[in-house]
């Protein structure tokens, strides 16, 4: 039953940079479901522009091996969503194109970086949406609106056609409104794809189980204390109670090298940046360089004028942390932290099956709220990345009629799990 | 002044794909931008997977150059702006390359064998190809199709003491890789090198762009004029890349076009680790030149020199044992003084010489049936008919045709006769004790004979018949 | 602390493209990033191993390039199947 989808969003966000009004789709397990894709992920044939004025018009020849899985099982792809400047940013506020606005609550921000796609899933617009993460970019606007995220295991999903700002960190994951809807997109999107190196063929073919009976989950010290808004603890804790009233054990764990995370993040984060933005010159795609000029000069006219503030600053960080001199004080020390993280997670995940915690210390808030150097990474989601393991955010209840996330994280390739606990929650506070 | 040479020689490893996507590498002929995909691009979201093949060519270099393969290696990003750079970073390898310490065996200037010593051998990707449009409007044209070739960087310790020696180098390792079959000598600019000169207590110049390795010697022999003139001038020699110029045959100072160079290599984070030390033990490496020339002086008994030569080349040593036969040192100096010389003058490949016509060519001449200066004749008509693509005919029925069969018996004699009564002023002078009268003599009859006789044979004949003559 | 020349020495190294008066921004930007940053010099140094799987190849055969039209496709200017580029010259 292939067919055009006519989709004409009443986009009162700005969730979409680019809207498709006929989406064609087909048959299979996805057949008419509409799919948003968050804009650093490639689509052939659609503008693909990472919210940046330099890939402005540029329009890739290649789907991305996740979109090209999501075509095979009939979804009709949409459009395109909003994010911050290529995914840098956790309010989807640095985007070229505008800010994404929450839709519960328009004078918030819906957290980021991939908060058009978390915005279009929580306004109805669509049903589910590929976001990103690097730092809690998929996480952070999913709690900030209410809806599910999941950034899954390092190299569970292929990485071919996302255009990662820091493609170490990264993964493309879903997001719906349900965990079953997550559930059924992370199992299209795993299937294996030689052409990325870090990939494991580890295909996800899970119907996620509501049973946490024996189930041990640790609760870190860490997710708990300084920095976290007191009603968010409260609100997740009384999450994890209902966990363990449906049969889950829990035991406080303590994780000290999650305080090194932020800055480790911050420093991976950027110094991959500055080499993995060095090609936006305007030769190939984007705005046109001016061929009259030397080289640099040219180059450097075309970026400062495309390249917005915070991505431009990141590039100037990142450079700095790898250059001769410096490399050894933030860029190494920020690769042992990483190691220091991932090992600690491992120490936890021999006694406990899943970690849980809130997954942001506050809610949504009003843009220019939060200018610290601290929104750089997610405190609490970061972690996650450096130690490559899944890690889901389901909806555990509001302050103040903002949505609060509650973050379950498990063992590498235990995707399954961490869906399990969330849908275990989701179907106890749903009934 | 003792001269410093070291070298970081970048060849193209042979592999029908490029070294991260499958994009073909033969694209020698065909418009520019027709063998790119979105990595080779670098578009935005593209990812490297790597050509195995090309990690085990690297490994079969480094198993003939006697080299320690890493337990583990990486790849890294060397980060810099360039336009034939599509992502503004080449990966390539840093502090772990493939393989470290090696040595390649050469001739000095005095002709004793001696050792250069290679540092490190590392995988990378080659850039795309700029065109430079000159004229009102200067820029740059750039074709694609060579970005992600795959190139093997060679480095060199400071261990070569003249241009002639690098050449030599340049040679012998060339001459490994074909032995090796992962690299073809004849695709232009296959092998391009960078190096490094110093005179000894002087600082040391970087001389990048050499694109063919004849232009090796010619841009060290520049450095070295160049380098010795300052210190005579009494200036000092700076520290500075300087750039070839192929054409001109010299280098040029690139001062105020480089600028500091600070690279920020690190791990490229789209590749994992290379763990392929224990693949080395499993390489059956072919027999390598250095030791198909021992096993030719030994088996052919041919001269060292011939050996050398006659090995020094691929194709050019399978050739000479294909034909080699009966007689393998006069097979030996057939092809190593007559038929190279002669190749090259018509600038030909030993591939287009049929060997089944040498092999003819050289069982009439071990027969006496032609004499050396008539093989040599035969040698060059044949030459030139597969230089011309013409039917190239035996060497019998070119001797039959041109009548080129070595004189004898009667037709001999006469002829000498003929020649020494027409010139009898110069029978005179050689009976005076000029010798060099009988050389005009001899020479006169070899005309006759269109080198159908032997020379020294005639000079034999001539003299005993100016003798005879006396009585 | 970095200074003024610092970053006029990194955005030369990014060829990000600073006019002089964001250069006492950038500077007190990135100042303010790296004292944040401070905390991983309580890191220990380690030997950080490579990360991702080791030996992931691919057989070298061929598989079909883009259409040149496709390359050339986003390239602001071209010319005789060339991207126009600046000069180096």
């Known amino acids: 039953m292939a067919g055009i989808l006519d989709f004409s969003p009443d986009d009162r966000c700005n969730a979409f940079i680019t809207a498709c009004t006929g989406a064609a789709f087909g048959d299979g397990a996805l057949a008419g479901i509409a799919v948003a894709i968050n804009d650093n992920i490639s689509t052939a044939g659609i503008q693909t522009t990472c919210a940046s004025r330099i890939l402005e018009g540029y329009i890739p020849p290649y789907d991305a091996h996740a979109v090209e899985l999501l075509k095979q099982e009939g979804a009709a792809i949409v459009g395109k969503t909003n994010m911050d400047e290529f995914g840098m940013g956790s309010t989807t506020g640095t985007s070229a194109f505008g800010p994404t606005r929450n839709p519960i609550d328009p004078e918030r921000v819906p957290g980021g970086s991939s908060g058009g796609s978390a915005a279009a899933v929580a306004a109805g617009l669509v049903p589910m949406a590929l976001g990103t993460d690097a730092d809690g970019s998929i996480r952070c606007p999913a709690a900030f609106c209410g809806i599910v995220g999941l950034k899954p295991t390092y190299g569970r999903v292929s990485r071919y056609g996302l255009i990662a700002h820091a493609g170490s960190l990264e993964q493309i994951g879903p997001m719906a409104r349900t965990v079953e809807d997550v559930s059924r997109l992370i199992s299209v999107i795993t299937r294996y794809d030689p052409r990325d190196s870090m990939m494991l063929d580890q295909p996800y073919s899970h119907r996620p189980s509501a049973d946490v009976s024996d189930l041990k989950i640790g609760i870190p010290t860490e997710y708990f204390g300084e920095g976290v808004d007191m009603r968010i603890a409260t609100t997740v804790r009384d999450a994890i109670d209902v966990l363990e009233g449906l049969g889950a054990e829990t035991t406080p764990v303590s994780i000290p090298s999650v305080r090194y995370a932020p800055a480790a993040c911050c420093v991976i984060c950027a110094s991959e940046v500055s080499s993995n933005l060095a090609r936006f010159d305007g030769v190939r795609y984007g705005p046109a360089v001016d061929t009259r000029k030397p080289w640099h000069e040219a180059y450097r006219e075309v970026r400062q004028a495309n390249l917005g503030p915070e991505a431009r600053l990141r590039i100037m960080l990142g450079t700095l942390t790898l250059s001769a001199g410096y490399a050894g004080k933030y860029y190494a020390k920020a690769l042992a932290a990483r190691q220091r993280i991932t090992r600690d997670f491992e120490r936890v995940f021999c006694d406990v099956d899943v970690i849980a915690g809130p997954t942001t210390p506050t809610v949504a808030f009003r843009p220019g709220e939060k200018v610290s150097p601290l929104s750089i990474a997610g405190t609490l989601t970061a972690p996650a990345n450096l130690a490559g393991i899944p890690a889901i955010s389901v909806p555990c209840g509001d302050v103040d009629g903002l949505p609060v996330g509650l973050q379950v994280m498990g063992r590498r390739f235990e995707d399954e799990r961490v869906i399990d606990v969330a849908y275990a929650y989701e179907q106890e506070v749903r009934s | 002044m003792k001269t410093i040479i070291g070298l970081e020689v970048h060849v193209q490893l042979a592999t029908a794909t490029k070294l991260f996507c499958g994009c073909s590498t033969d694209y020698q002929d065909d418009n520019p931008n027709t063998h790119c995909c979105p990595t080779c691009l670098g578009l935005p979201g593209a990812l490297p997977c790597l050509n195995k093949r090309a990690v085990e060519y690297g490994l079969r270099v480094a198993k003939a150059l006697d080299m320690k393969v890493l337990e583990e290696s990486e790849f890294a990003r060397k980060n810099y702006f360039y336009p034939d750079l599509v992502k503004a970073y080449q990966i390539t390898q840093d502090d772990r390359p493939l393989a470290v310490e090696g040595t390649i065996e050469i001739e000095d200037d005095q002709g004793h064998e001696k050792i250069v010593r290679i540092t490190r051998v590392h995988l990378e990707e080659d850039p795309g190809r700029l065109v430079h449009v000159a004229g009102a409007s200067k820029y740059s044209l750039v074709d694609y199709n060579r970005s992600g070739i795959p190139l093997l960087e060679i480095v060199t310790e400071p261990d070569m003491r003249s241009p002639q020696e690098a050449r030599r180098f340049l040679n012998k390792l060339r001459t490994i890789l074909e032995y090796l079959e992962v690299f073809d000598g004849d695709r232009e600019g296959g092998l391009r090198v960078d190096a490094n000169i110093s005179l000894e207590g002087s600082e040391r110049v970087e001389v990048k762009n050499i694109s063919s390795y004849k232009g090796v010697e010619k841009a060290l022999t520049f450095e070295v004029t160049r380098q010795r003139n300052l210190l005579r001038r009494g200036l000092a020699v700076a520290r500075e890349t300087r750039h070839f110029m192929e054409g001109r045959g010299i280098t040029t100072s690139s001062r105020g076009k480089e600028e500091a160079h600070d690279y920020r290599y690190f791990p490229d984070p789209d590749l994992g680790p290379l763990r392929v030390a224990g693949w080395v033990a499993g390489i059956d490496l072919p027999e390598l030149p250095t030791a198909r020339r021992d096993r030719f002086m030994e088996q052919y008994g041919v001269s060292l020199n011939h050996a050398r030569t006659l090995t020094g080349d691929l194709r050019l040593a399978d050739f000479y044992e294909e034909i080699a036969g009966t007689d393998p040192v006069l097979a030996a100096t057939w092809v190593a003084d007559i038929l190279l010389g002669e190749l090259n003058y018509r600038t030909m490949g030993i591939a287009a010489v049929p060997p089944g016509h040498i092999t003819e060519l050289l069982d009439l001449l071990r027969a006496g049936t032609i004499t050396d200066r008539a093989g040599v004749q035969v040698l060059r008509e044949m030459l030139d008919a597969c230089a011309e693509d013409r039917p190239c005919e035996r060497p019998a029925a070119i001797i039959e045709r041109e009548g080129l069969s070595r004189a004898s018996g009667d037709e001999f004699t006469s002829l000498v006769r003929a020649v020494v009564a027409a010139n009898p002023q110069a029978v005179e002078d050689y009976r005076n004790g000029k010798e060099g009268a009988l050389n005009f003599l001899v020479g006169q009859v070899m005309k006759e004979t269109r080198g159908r006789a032997d020379p020294r044979e005639l000079r034999r004949i001539v003299s005993e018949s100016i003798k005879m003559g006396e009585v | ?89």
Do not use: C, W
Not at chain 3, 10 to 34: K, M, Y
Not at chain 3, 50 to 73: I, M, Y
């Open chain 3, 1 to 89: 602390m970095i200074t003024e020349k610092d970053i006029e020495h990194i955005a030369g190294l990014a060829d990000i493209g600073i006019s002089n008066d964001e250069v006492p921004e950038f500077t007190h930007q990135l100042n303010a990033i790296l004292e944040y940053l401070g905390i991983l010099d309580t890191v220990e140094d380690e030997s950080t191993p490579a990360s991702g799987t080791a030996n992931v190849f691919r057989e070298d055969e061929p598989r079909p390039s883009l259409p040149q039209e496709a390359v050339l496709a986003n390239a602001g200017s071209t010319e005789d199947g060339f991207i126009k580029a600046p000069r180096v010259m």
